[in-house]
DNA sequence: TCCTAATAACTGATCAGTCGGTTATTAGCG
DNA sequence: CGCTAATAACCGACTGATCAGTTATTAGGA
């Protein structure tokens, strides 16, 4: 009756959370917070659901350790090389190479900032630590450059927050329709191509 | 026992679709489609439950309705003073100035925007529909815009379509960060400033 | 008086979180 | 070394709450 062979599961306690996380990751990012069933990501997980609580606390635990996960160790990349005294020019397209890469060779990526924006009003604790940890700080990051920029005499004036954003927000828009559009059929963004247009534009259009 | 009174309610087949709509709008927007409850749709539009029934098939007959009530009228309007023959400046001006008024005296549109993004999964449908009737026509207006401007020699070359995506980007950007972190508690954005600002660098960096 | 808008109590399905029980693994002992 | 007791990882059936959708009934209006 009872084969000896395989055991049914093994302990396995050192590599559970980040396959839980990885297999939450996967589930919320395709039916958001609320519709993600915790069964679902258990069996993705190949693990019970009580198996779960042994490493997060609830679901919401759960949830922030995904996108705590998926974004912490890029930030740390996109700090690098902001101290450099390089021109404006060459420094804003590092950066936003940087950024670019940084979503390309992780496609999930888009998926967490979909999460963020979904789910912020239900998870305002989690847009909070989001909105520390990851936007301040790219954005003063980014902001700082243009100042720079500004001073050397290279960039003209105006908000430099606001110049940060007419950088960024294609690339959001971007991330957001690849998300939003493409599951549905709409033709495939060219994310690169959008990405160096838009930063020739952008320059040429602060030059002092 | 039953004071005569006020009438515990009225018929009032006409005017409840539209309260029930914008209701639901309130509700949806606050919450999410899954976790907005038909029972707070319902009492927001000063209903029972069973009353929406008698207007809506199903909750996702609602949100269809209100999403679409959201944006159909509002399209006509920018579509208005496409065909004319001004110079590209100014019709670059013109369209995203209607914009941005549009957006400044509906705030719920960012709601609704946040629900498409954060919806799109649980309901394709509604991501194809508005896909089709308001991003495509939007895009394709201002991309046209921006080909004849190419065609005469005012805009330098590259894709008029990324050019759109690099023009609204930033726009998007901001009506999400509104919804996103300023219940949160982050400084207000100025969403004109920041339209004007952009308008200025991209025009100037889109010159031939 | 009759039609129907509207109510309110109900049903059934779903799902987060719990808990008693089971199995893999390790440590202690001869 | 083997054998066994102890422990920690894991399972999965269950519970209680929530809610979309239904229906029997009431009451407004022509």
Redesign the interface.
């Known amino acids: 009756m009872l084969p000896p062979g395989e055991p049914k599961w093994r302990r396995r306690a050192a590599d559970r959370p980040k396959e839980i996380i990885a297999a939450a990751l996967e589930v919320f990012s395709?039916?958001?917070f609320?519709?993600a069933r915790l069964d679902d990501i258990a069996r993705a997980a190949g693990v019970s659901k009580g198996a779960l609580y042994l490493y997060f606390e609830t679901k919401q635990d759960l949830f922030k350790a995904v996108v705590q996960d998926a974004i912490e160790p890029r930030l740390l990349k996109i700090r690098t090389g902001a101290g450099t005294e390089i021109p404006f020019d060459e420094a804003a397209r590092l950066g936003v190479g940087v950024l670019v890469s940084a979503i390309q060779s992780n496609p999930r990526i888009g998926g967490v900032l979909?999460l963020?924006?979904?789910?912020?009003?239900?998870l305002?604790e989690l847009?909070?630590i989001w909105?520390q940890t990851v936007?301040t700080p790219l954005l003063s990051l980014i902001s700082d450059i243009i100042r720079r920029g500004q001073r050397s005499g290279e960039v003209r004036s105006?908000?430099p927050e606001?110049?940060a954003?007419?950088l960024?927000?294609?690339?959001?828009?971007?991330l957001?329709?690849r998300?939003?559009?493409e599951?549905?059929?709409?033709d495939p963004l060219?994310l690169e191509?959008?990405a160096s247009?838009?930063l020739?534009?952008?320059?040429?259009?602060?030059?002092a």
């Open positions: 395709e039916h958001g609320t519709r979909k963020i924006v979904a789910e912020s009003r239900n305002p847009a909070l909105h936007i105006g908000d606001l110049f954003m007419g960024l927000g294609p690339l959001v828009l971007g957001l329709w998300e939003t559009f599951p549905i059929g709409a060219p191509t959008l247009q838009h020739d534009t952008v320059l040429k259009g602060m030059k």
